[in-house]
């Protein structure tokens, strides 16, 4: 995803040509908050398909709160919702947030209806803390598939050679790929579908 474009000038320094460029620049400031705001927005896409209001916990609510909306909108399929576009793209689609203070650095919560996530940035690495009340911690790299957790167990033979890791949160199951497109195809075969598909790079 283009979150953050520049512009050079003629000096060889930077400049923004839109109106969001404070909330750009504090993003770019501390990419691995805006990393897990997106992230952790498209995880919950799946959960909250219908959902018209995100609401946003964080101890940052300048540039957190548009990349969680944007993160969340990549999840339902819009790819052009980023930090630039992001005030019309959410217009247009009738999605808005509402934020809550943090209490946590380095941490976004996120909930729309009764589902929830938590998520946080360690380094250069995203994880899922948290799903609903249920403690986690599952990095947010490369290519997971979301299942239910009980339909884990019949495809274990088609699965076994193509998933690195199965992590297990309350009902459901994140499958991380170990080379992206070969689990996937393994999970279409199963008879009970994927819930969501997450690419984070």
């Given at each position: 995803?283009?979150?953050?474009?520049?512009?050079?000038?003629?000096?060889?320094?930077?400049?923004?040509?839109?109106?969001?460029?404070?909330?750009?620049?504090?993003?770019?400031?501390?990419?691995?908050?805006?990393?897990?705001?997106?992230?952790?927005?498209?995880?919950?896409?799946?959960?909250?398909?219908?959902?018209?209001?995100?609401?946003?916990?964080?101890?940052?609510?300048?540039?957190?709160?548009?990349?969680?909306?944007?993160?969340?909108?990549?999840?339902?399929?819009?790819?052009?919702?980023?930090?630039?576009?992001?005030?019309?793209?959410?217009?247009?689609?009738?999605?808005?947030?509402?934020?809550?203070?943090?209490?946590?650095?380095?941490?976004?919560?996120v909930s729309a209806g009764e589902f929830k996530l938590t998520g946080r940035v360690d380094g250069d690495t995203c994880y899922l803390v948290k799903m609903n009340d249920t403690a986690t911690l599952i990095p947010l790299t490369g290519s997971l598939t979301?299942?239910?957790?009980?339909?884990?167990?019949?495809?274990?033979?088609?699965?076994?050679?193509?998933?690195?890791?199965?992590?297990?949160?309350?009902?459901?199951?994140?499958?991380?790929?170990?080379?992206?497109?070969?689990?996937?195809?393994?999970?279409?075969?199963?008879?009970?579908?994927?819930?969501?598909?997450?690419?984070?790079?």
């Amino acid at each position: 995803k283009q979150w953050y474009q520049r512009r050079v000038r003629g000096d060889g320094k930077s400049s923004y040509g839109c109106i969001n460029a404070p909330l750009i620049r504090s993003a770019l400031a501390q990419p691995g908050l805006a990393k897990l705001a997106q992230v952790v927005g498209m995880a919950l896409a799946p959960f909250a398909p219908n959902a018209s209001v995100i609401s946003v916990q964080s101890t940052n609510d300048t540039f957190v709160p548009s990349a969680v909306l944007a993160g969340f909108l990549n999840g339902r399929g819009v790819t052009n919702a980023n930090l630039i576009s992001i005030k019309q793209v959410a217009a247009a689609n009738n999605v808005s947030f509402e934020t809550k203070e943090g209490l946590v650095e380095n941490e976004v919560t996120v909930s729309a209806g009764e589902f929830k996530l938590t998520g946080r940035v360690d380094g250069d690495t995203c994880y899922l803390v948290k799903m609903n009340d249920t403690a986690t911690l599952i990095p947010l790299t490369g290519s997971l598939t979301v299942v239910k957790a009980e339909s884990v167990a019949p495809m274990l033979p088609d699965i076994s050679s193509r998933a690195c890791s199965v992590f297990f949160v309350g009902q459901y199951a994140f499958l991380q790929a170990c080379e992206e497109g070969e689990l996937e195809k393994a999970v279409e075969s199963s008879p009970t579908p994927c819930l969501a598909r997450l690419v984070v790079v």
